[in-house]
């Protein structure tokens, strides 16, 4: 299992946080996301090889927001 | 049908406004619920006489949020 933090844009309450996280814990090879608003993070557990950072770029853009490389 | 807008303290974004809306929606006697967050307010239409003021606030409060009168 890999950790990786994220900065996402965008995000300004607790409703925020759990749009990204569902978004992000609907891909496979996601295990969990931990959204921080007032960091502007997300701290994603996954299996590395079976999802990709294209992936998470969409799954944030869905949930509203923007993921920065 | 009345037509009442109240101060909302604590609404952030959009998630927040459809929490409020929803809350209220709920409520007997409420028609319609409007919230905004960047003024800050919510417009609620209702028939008078069947609902409170106090239920107008609790509902507010359910969905995390502060009524000011």
């Known amino acids: 299992m890999t950790e ?3 900065r996402v ?6 409703h925020c946080e759990m749009s ?3 978004e992000l814990e609907e891909l496979d ?3 969990s996301a931990k959204a921080d608003h007032v960091e502007g ?8 090889g079976r999802v990709t950072g294209e992936q998470f770029r969409a799954a944030v ?7 920065v490389f």
């Open 61 to 67: 853009e869905e949930a509203g927001y923007e993921l």
């Open 4 to 6: 990786k933090t994220f």
């Open 29 to 31: 090879g996601v295990k």
């Open 20 to 22: 990204v996280q569902e």
């Open 41 to 48: 993070t997300v701290v994603v557990a996954y299996e590395e």
């Open 9 to 14: 844009e965008g995000m300004s309450c607790g």
